[in-house]
C-alpha cells in the first residue's frame, strides 16, 4: 500500500468515527407531544399555533404560545431566539427544542409558509 | 398552444437528434450532420418557447396559470423578467434553454467525442423537456383573471433577480464533464477528455459558487434572521454537487499534471451530475418538505425526476465498471510533503464534506426508511465539518510551499518563514482582541498562514503573465473567506433593545434613538432610528410589512456595514406611548379619568371585505364639561399580529383599546392626556465581525475561478488549433515517468 493510501484510509476511518458521533448526538426524531414530553433530548414536534396564545416579550426576546397536534393536543412553546419572519399568520410549525416541566423550550422554529410560494433557489 | 407547441417540437427534435447521435457514435459518420441539424431545431424550438414565455410573462397574459401565480400588474420589469424562474416549470424551461445554448457551442466540434457528448446531453435535454410537458409552464385557465397573485415579496431583491439564473447556467455547464466522461469511457480515451472538459467543469462551477454566494448574501440582506447559510436542505442541495465538483477540479489539474486520478475523475464528474439532478429531486419533490423553511411544490413530477436521476446514475456507472479494469492506474509514490499529496488531500476532504453534508441533508429519508424520520440540526454539520475544514486549511497553506514532486525539507523552512511569522503575529492579535477556543485560534494560524502564502505564489505566478494567477487568487479568497465565516458566525454577539421616546438605548457602544414611524412606501411602515457612536451618526430604518396577497408580517433588517464588523438592526415590535391609566369596564358601566366620563356601550366588529382581516371597536360614550362624543377606539388583526387604533379625543386625551373579553362583555382600556408620542421600539441589534471580510472573500474566489476558466479554454483552443495544424499527431497530456 503506498503512503497516501495509508494516510487517506486513516483519516476515513478516524472521521468516520468521528461523524457518526456528531450524526447520532444532533439526530432530532419528528415526535409525538406524548413521546417529547418523555425524553429529554432535543425532539422535534409539528403542529398549529394556537393563535389566541401567543405571547411576546420584546425584552426577553421570547414567544410562548400552546402548540396543537392532529390529535387535540396541547404542548406549552416558549421559543427564544430571533422571530422569524413569517411567525405572524404561519399555522404550521415545526418547533425543535426539548421538554422540561411542563414546557417546551425551542430556539428553533420552522415555519410552513400557507402560500405556494417557493423557496430560494 | 404555441408554447405547448414549441415544446412538442423539441421533443420531437430532440428525440430525433438523440436516435442519429446514437447511430453515429455506433459508427455512421453520416447521420451526424441530421443529428446536428436536429439539435439545433430543438434548441430553436426551446429559445422559440422561452421568448414567448418571456413575451407573456410582460404582456400580463394572466389566463396562463404561470403568469398568474408569479405575477400581478404593478410588477416592475425586473421582476416581470425574474418570474421567468420563480416557479418550477420555468426553472425547467431555463435550465433547457442553458442547456440547449451551451449544446450550440460543442457542436461540429471535438472531433470523435462529438456524438457521445451530444448524444448524453441530449438525453439531459429531453428529460428536461418531458418534465415540461409533464408540468407546462404553458398551462391555461378556461377564463383569464383580471390580474395576478404577484411576486413572492420575500424575492423582491436585486440577487434574487440573477440567483436563480446563475445557479441553472451552472447545472447545465456541469453536464459536460458527465458527457466528456462518458464519452471518454465509450472512445477509450482516458486521458484527452480531460482538457476538453476542465473548461466546463471550472465554469459550471464558477456559476454554481456564485449562485451559491449570492444566495447566501441574499438570505443575509432579506430574511432578517442575521446568518448567510442555515444548513437548510435547499441550501445543502446545491452545496453537494459544488463540493464533489471542488473535488473534480482539483483532480482533474492533478491528472493533466501527472497522469493520475483517471478513475477518480470520470467517477466524479459523474457523480456531480447526479448530484445535481438529486438535488432538484429533493427541492422540487417534496420529500423533505416537513424538514425545511423552504415550502416545496408538487406538480406530479417526481416518477420522471427519479427516472432522470437512475438513468444517469446507472448507465455511466455501468460503462465506468465495464471499463473499469482497462483504465490505467500509474503508481506515483510521492512524499507527503508534495504538492500532489496536497491534492489528493484537497479531493479526499471535499468529498468527505459532500458525504457529510449528503448524509445529514437525506437524513429525514435515511431514517425514514427505519421508521422514525428524523432531520440533524445545524450543530451537525458544524461539528463534523469543523476538523475537516482545519485540515483543508492546512492543505490550502501547505500548497504553494510545495513542488509537485516533494520538497527537500531546508526549502519549504525558508519559504514558511515569512507566512509563518506572519501568521503568529496575526493569531496573536487575534488572541488578544479575543479569539479564545483552541480550535479557531489554530484556524486563525492556519487560515492566514494560507493567505499569505498563496498571495506570495501569486506575486511570483504573476511575473508569468496574469492569466497563471487564477489559482492562487481563488485560493487567497478562500483564505479570507474562511476567516470571515469563523468571525462572522462564532463572533457574533446579539442584544435585545428596548427604547422608550428620548430615552436611546445604548448597544456595542453605539446610542439607538427612536424617532418615529416612517412609511418608505404605502405598504411597509419602518423605524426610524438614529444610530450615534464611534465618530458617525446613521439614520437606520428597518422595515416592517404586510403581504398583502398572504397576510403575512414581514420585517426586514437594516445593516449598518463597517469595515471590521457589520451592525445588524432587526425591528421586532413597535408599541404605541404608554402611560395613562388602565381601566376595565363591562358593558353598560362607566368611569371617570382625566375629568372625562366615559361609559362603554358594546363592540362593533367589522371584517374587512375580502376576510382576511377584522377590525374590533369598543363603543364608548365620552362626555366632559365642554362636549360629549362617541369614541372607537378598535384592534385591527393583521395577519395574526393585533394592531392597535386609538381614538384621539378634541378634548385633548387619548384612548386606547388594550384587551377584549367579548363573553364576558367587557374590555381593558387605557387612557392618557398627552399628545401620542414615537411610541417603544423593540429591536435586536447584532454585531457581526468581519462580514465584508467574508463577502471580499468570496469576490476574490469567483474572480481567481474566473481567471483559470479563461485560462483553461486558451488552453483547449490552443491545442485544438495545434492538432488541426499536424493532424496526423494526436496531443496527448504529457506523460511524465516516475
Given at each position: 500500500?503506498?503512503?497516501?493510501?495509508?494516510?487517506?484510509?486513516?483519516?476515513?476511518v478516524?472521521?468516520?468515527?468521528?461523524?457518526?458521533?456528531?450524526?447520532?448526538?444532533?439526530?432530532?426524531?419528528?415526535i409525538?407531544?406524548?413521546?417529547?414530553?418523555?425524553?429529554?433530548?432535543?425532539?422535534?414536534v409539528?403542529?398549529?399555533?394556537?393563535?389566541?396564545?401567543?405571547?411576546?416579550?420584546?425584552?426577553?426576546?421570547?414567544?410562548?404560545?400552546?402548540?396543537?397536534?392532529?390529535?387535540?393536543?396541547?404542548?406549552?412553546?416558549?421559543?427564544?431566539g430571533?422571530?422569524?419572519?413569517?411567525?405572524?399568520?404561519?399555522?404550521?410549525?415545526?418547533?425543535?427544542?426539548r421538554?422540561?416541566?411542563?414546557?417546551?423550550?425551542?430556539?428553533k422554529?420552522?415555519?410552513?409558509?400557507p402560500?405556494?410560494?417557493e423557496?430560494?433557489? | 398552444?404555441?408554447?405547448?407547441t414549441?415544446?412538442?417540437?423539441?421533443?420531437?427534435?430532440?428525440?430525433?437528434?438523440?436516435?442519429c447521435?446514437?447511430?453515429?457514435?455506433?459508427?455512421?459518420?453520416?447521420?451526424l450532420?441530421?443529428?446536428?441539424g436536429?439539435?439545433?431545431?430543438?434548441?430553436?424550438a426551446?429559445?422559440?418557447?422561452?421568448?414567448?414565455?418571456?413575451?407573456?410573462?410582460?404582456?400580463?397574459?394572466?389566463?396562463?396559470?404561470?403568469?398568474y401565480?408569479?405575477?400581478d400588474?404593478?410588477?416592475?420589469t425586473?421582476?416581470l423578467?425574474?418570474?421567468?424562474?420563480?416557479?418550477?416549470?420555468?426553472?425547467?424551461?431555463?435550465?433547457?434553454l442553458?442547456?440547449?445554448?451551451?449544446?450550440?457551442?460543442?457542436?461540429?466540434?471535438e472531433?470523435?467525442?462529438?456524438?457521445?457528448?451530444?448524444?448524453?446531453?441530449?438525453?439531459?435535454?429531453?428529460?428536461?423537456?418531458?418534465?415540461?410537458?409533464?408540468?407546462?409552464?404553458?398551462?391555461?385557465?378556461?377564463?383569464?383573471?383580471?390580474?395576478?397573485?404577484?411576486?413572492?415579496?420575500?424575492?423582491?431583491?436585486?440577487?434574487?433577480?440573477?440567483?436563480?439564473?446563475?445557479?441553472?447556467?451552472?447545472?447545465?455547464?456541469?453536464?459536460?464533464?458527465?458527457?466528456?466522461?462518458?464519452?471518454?469511457?465509450?472512445?477509450?480515451d482516458?486521458d484527452?477528455w480531460?482538457?476538453?472538459?476542465?473548461?466546463?467543469?471550472?465554469?459550471?462551477?464558477?456559476?454554481?459558487?456564485?449562485?451559491?454566494?449570492?444566495?447566501g448574501?441574499?438570505?443575509?440582506?432579506?430574511l432578517g434572521?442575521?446568518g448567510?447559510?442555515?444548513?437548510d436542505?435547499?441550501?445543502?442541495?446545491?452545496?453537494?454537487?459544488?463540493?464533489?465538483?471542488?473535488?473534480?477540479?482539483?483532480?482533474?489539474?492533478?491528472?493533466?499534471?501527472r497522469?493520475?486520478?483517471?478513475?477518480?475523475?470520470?467517477l466524479?464528474?459523474?457523480i456531480?451530475?447526479?448530484?445535481?439532478i438529486?438535488?432538484?429531486?429533493?427541492?422540487?419533490s417534496?420529500?423533505?418538505?416537513?424538514?425545511s423553511?423552504?415550502?416545496f411544490?408538487?406538480?406530479?413530477?417526481?416518477?420522471?425526476?427519479?427516472?432522470?436521476?437512475?438513468?444517469?446514475?446507472?448507465?455511466p456507472?455501468?460503462?465506468?465498471?465495464?471499463?473499469?479494469?482497462?483504465?490505467?492506474?500509474?503508481?506515483?509514490?510521492?512524499?507527503?510533503?508534495?504538492r500532489?499529496?496536497?491534492?489528493?488531500?484537497?479531493?479526499?476532504?471535499?468529498?468527505?464534506?459532500?458525504?457529510v453534508?449528503?448524509?445529514?441533508?437525506?437524513?429525514p429519508?435515511?431514517?425514514?426508511?427505519?421508521?422514525?424520520?428524523?432531520?440533524?440540526?445545524?450543530?451537525?454539520?458544524?461539528?463534523?465539518?469543523?476538523?475537516?475544514?482545519?485540515?483543508?486549511?492546512?492543505?490550502?497553506?501547505?500548497?504553494?510551499?510545495?513542488?509537485?514532486?516533494?520538497?527537500?525539507?531546508?526549502?519549504?523552512?525558508?519559504?514558511?518563514?515569512?507566512?509563518?511569522?506572519?501568521?503568529?503575529?496575526?493569531?496573536?492579535?487575534?488572541?488578544?482582541?479575543?479569539?479564545?477556543?483552541?480550535?479557531?485560534a489554530?484556524?486563525?494560524?492556519?487560515s492566514?498562514?494560507?493567505l499569505s502564502s498563496?498571495?506570495?505564489?501569486?506575486?511570483?505566478?504573476?511575473?508569468?503573465?496574469?492569466?497563471?494567477?487564477?489559482?492562487?487568487?481563488?485560493?487567497?479568497?478562500?483564505?479570507?473567506?474562511?476567516?470571515?465565516?469563523?468571525?462572522?458566525?462564532?463572533?457574533?454577539t446579539?442584544?435585545?433593545?428596548?427604547?422608550?421616546?428620548g430615552?436611546?438605548?445604548?448597544?456595542?457602544?453605539?446610542?439607538?434613538?427612536?424617532?418615529?414611524?416612517?412609511?418608505?412606501?404605502?405598504a411597509?411602515?419602518?423605524?426610524?432610528?438614529?444610530?450615534?457612536?464611534?465618530?458617525?451618526?446613521v439614520?437606520?430604518?428597518?422595515?416592517?410589512?404586510?403581504?398583502e396577497?398572504?397576510?403575512?408580517?414581514?420585517?426586514?433588517?437594516?445593516?449598518?456595514?463597517?469595515?471590521?464588523?457589520?451592525?445588524?438592526?432587526?425591528?421586532?415590535?413597535?408599541?404605541?406611548?404608554?402611560?395613562?391609566?388602565?381601566?376595565?369596564?363591562?358593558?353598560?358601566?362607566?368611569?371617570?379619568?382625566?375629568?372625562?366620563?366615559?361609559?362603554?356601550?358594546?363592540?362593533?366588529?367589522?371584517?374587512?371585505?375580502d376576510?382576511?382581516s377584522?377590525?374590533?371597536?369598543?363603543?364608548?360614550?365620552?362626555?366632559?364639561?365642554?362636549?360629549?362624543?362617541?369614541?372607537?377606539?378598535?384592534?385591527?388583526?393583521?395577519?395574526?399580529?393585533?394592531?392597535?387604533?386609538?381614538?384621539?379625543?378634541?378634548?385633548?386625551?387619548?384612548?386606547?383599546?388594550?384587551?377584549?373579553?367579548?363573553?364576558?362583555?367587557?374590555?381593558?382600556?387605557?387612557?392618557?392626556d398627552e399628545?401620542?408620542?414615537a411610541?417603544?421600539?423593540?429591536?435586536?441589534?447584532?454585531?457581526?465581525?468581519?462580514v465584508?471580510?467574508?463577502?471580499?472573500?468570496?469576490?476574490?474566489l469567483?474572480?481567481?475561478?474566473?481567471?483559470?476558466?479563461?485560462?483553461?479554454?486558451?488552453?483547449?483552443?490552443?491545442?485544438?488549433?495545434?492538432?488541426?495544424?499536424?493532424?496526423?499527431?494526436?496531443?496527448?497530456?504529457?506523460?511524465?515517468?516516475?
Open positions: 500500500m503506498k503512503k497516501k493510501h495509508i494516510i487517506g484510509l486513516l483519516v476515513m478516524g472521521f468516520t468515527v468521528f461523524a457518526a458521533g456528531a450524526y447520532r448526538a444532533s439526530l432530532t426524531p419528528y409525538s407531544f406524548q413521546e417529547a414530553r418523555a425524553k429529554s433530548r432535543t425532539v422535534q409539528f403542529g398549529k399555533i394556537d393563535e389566541n396564545t401567543v405571547r411576546y416579550d420584546n425584552r426577553a426576546g421570547t414567544i410562548e404560545f400552546d402548540l396543537v397536534d392532529e390529535t387535540g393536543d396541547t404542548l406549552r412553546v416558549l421559543y427564544k430571533v422571530r422569524p419572519n413569517n411567525f405572524e399568520g404561519a399555522t404550521d410549525v415545526a418547533v425543535i427544542g421538554y422540561r416541566d411542563g414546557v417546551f423550550y425551542s430556539e422554529l420552522l415555519i410552513k409558509c402560500s405556494k410560494y423557496g430560494g433557489s | 398552444m404555441i408554447g405547448e414549441s415544446i412538442y417540437l423539441a421533443f420531437v427534435a430532440a428525440l430525433v437528434a438523440l436516435i447521435f446514437i447511430a453515429a457514435a455506433l459508427g455512421n459518420r453520416g447521420m450532420s441530421l443529428a446536428r436536429a439539435f439545433r431545431v430543438m434548441s430553436a426551446i429559445v422559440f418557447a422561452s421568448v414567448y414565455l418571456l413575451f407573456l410573462l410582460l404582456t400580463h397574459q394572466f389566463q396562463y396559470i404561470y403568469v401565480s408569479h405575477t400588474r404593478a410588477l416592475p425586473p421582476y423578467i425574474s418570474a421567468f424562474w420563480a416557479g418550477q416549470e420555468g426553472t425547467f424551461l431555463f435550465w433547457a442553458c442547456s440547449a445554448l451551451a449544446g450550440l457551442l460543442l457542436l461540429g466540434r472531433d470523435k467525442y462529438e456524438p457521445w457528448v451530444m448524444g448524453f446531453a441530449t438525453v439531459a435535454s429531453t428529460f428536461l423537456i418531458v418534465l415540461m410537458l409533464v408540468a407546462s409552464p404553458f398551462a391555461t385557465f378556461d377564463q383569464a383573471p383580471y390580474d395576478g397573485a404577484g411576486l413572492n415579496p420575500l424575492l423582491f431583491d436585486p440577487w434574487m433577480i440573477i440567483h436563480p439564473p446563475v445557479v441553472f447556467v451552472g447545472y447545465a455547464a456541469l453536464v459536460f464533464p458527465a458527457a466528456f466522461a462518458f464519452a471518454a469511457l465509450a472512445v477509450r482516458y484527452g480531460v482538457q476538453r472538459a476542465l473548461p466546463w467543469t471550472l465554469f459550471g462551477w464558477l456559476a454554481l459558487g456564485a449562485g451559491i454566494i449570492i444566495g448574501y441574499w438570505a443575509y440582506k432579506v434572521w442575521g448567510y447559510w442555515g444548513w436542505p435547499v441550501e445543502n442541495a446545491s452545496l453537494v454537487p459544488w463540493l464533489t465538483g471542488t473535488a473534480l477540479l482539483h483532480g482533474m489539474l492533478i491528472q493533466k499534471a497522469g493520475s486520478f483517471k478513475k477518480a475523475n470520470l466524479l464528474s459523474i456531480t451530475y447526479v448530484l445535481i438529486y438535488a432538484t429531486y429533493l427541492t422540487r417534496g420529500v423533505l418538505a416537513d424538514f423553511v423552504h415550502s411544490s408538487e406538480a406530479g413530477v417526481n416518477a420522471y425526476l427519479g427516472l432522470f436521476l437512475l438513468f444517469f446514475l446507472f448507465v456507472v455501468a460503462l465506468l465498471l465495464y471499463r473499469w479494469k482497462e483504465i490505467p492506474s500509474p503508481q506515483i509514490e510521492e512524499g507527503v510533503l508534495s500532489n499529496f496536497a491534492f489528493y488531500a484537497t479531493v479526499l476532504l471535499t468529498c468527505l464534506s459532500a458525504i453534508v449528503s448524509v445529514g441533508t437525506s437524513s429519508i435515511i431514517t425514514g426508511l427505519m421508521g422514525n424520520a428524523s432531520s440533524v440540526d445545524s450543530s451537525y454539520y458544524v461539528t463534523s465539518n469543523a476538523p475537516l475544514v482545519l485540515l483543508l486549511a492546512l492543505t490550502l497553506a501547505a500548497c504553494p510551499l510545495m513542488a509537485w514532486r516533494g520538497n527537500q525539507g531546508v526549502a519549504l523552512k525558508q519559504k514558511l518563514m515569512i507566512p509563518g511569522a506572519i501568521s503568529l503575529l496575526v493569531t496573536a492579535v487575534a488572541v488578544i482582541l479575543g479569539v479564545r477556543r483552541v480550535f479557531d489554530v484556524f486563525v494560524l492556519l492566514v498562514l494560507a498563496n498571495l506570495w505564489a501569486l506575486l511570483l505566478a504573476a511575473k508569468r503573465g496574469i492569466k497563471m494567477i487564477g489559482g492562487y487568487l481563488a485560493h487567497v479568497g478562500l483564505a479570507v473567506m474562511f476567516i470571515g465565516i469563523l468571525g462572522s458566525s462564532g463572533y457574533s446579539s442584544q435585545n433593545l428596548v427604547i422608550e421616546p430615552k436611546p438605548a445604548e448597544a456595542f457602544g453605539y446610542s439607538f434613538e427612536f424617532k418615529g414611524m416612517v412609511k418608505p412606501t404605502p411597509k411602515e419602518a423605524l426610524w432610528l438614529l444610530v450615534k457612536g464611534k465618530g458617525r451618526e439614520m437606520a430604518h428597518p422595515e416592517f410589512y404586510v403581504v396577497k398572504s397576510g403575512q408580517l414581514m420585517r426586514s433588517p437594516h445593516i449598518i456595514r463597517g469595515l471590521f464588523y457589520d451592525l445588524y438592526v432587526s425591528p421586532l415590535d413597535v408599541r404605541e406611548p404608554e402611560g395613562g391609566d388602565l381601566f376595565v369596564l363591562s358593558r353598560g358601566s362607566q368611569q371617570e379619568a382625566y375629568g372625562h366620563s366615559i361609559t362603554f356601550t358594546g363592540f362593533d366588529r367589522t371584517p374587512h371585505a376576510g382576511s377584522v377590525r374590533v371597536a369598543a363603543i364608548l360614550e365620552v362626555e366632559w364639561p365642554e362636549g360629549r362624543t362617541t369614541a372607537r377606539p378598535s384592534v385591527v388583526s393583521a395577519g395574526g399580529n393585533w394592531v392597535q387604533e386609538p381614538a384621539v379625543l378634541d378634548s385633548g386625551i387619548t384612548i386606547w383599546l388594550e384587551g377584549i373579553d367579548a363573553d364576558g362583555g367587557r374590555v381593558l382600556f387605557r387612557v392618557w399628545e401620542p408620542g411610541g417603544v421600539a423593540f429591536i435586536e441589534v447584532s454585531k457581526k465581525p468581519l465584508n471580510v467574508l463577502w471580499a472573500g468570496t469576490v476574490l469567483l474572480g481567481g475561478t474566473a481567471v483559470a476558466t479563461w485560462r483553461r479554454s486558451e488552453e483547449k483552443a490552443r491545442a485544438k488549433m495545434a492538432k488541426q495544424e499536424h493532424p496526423n499527431r494526436t496531443v496527448r497530456v504529457k506523460k511524465r515517468k516516475k
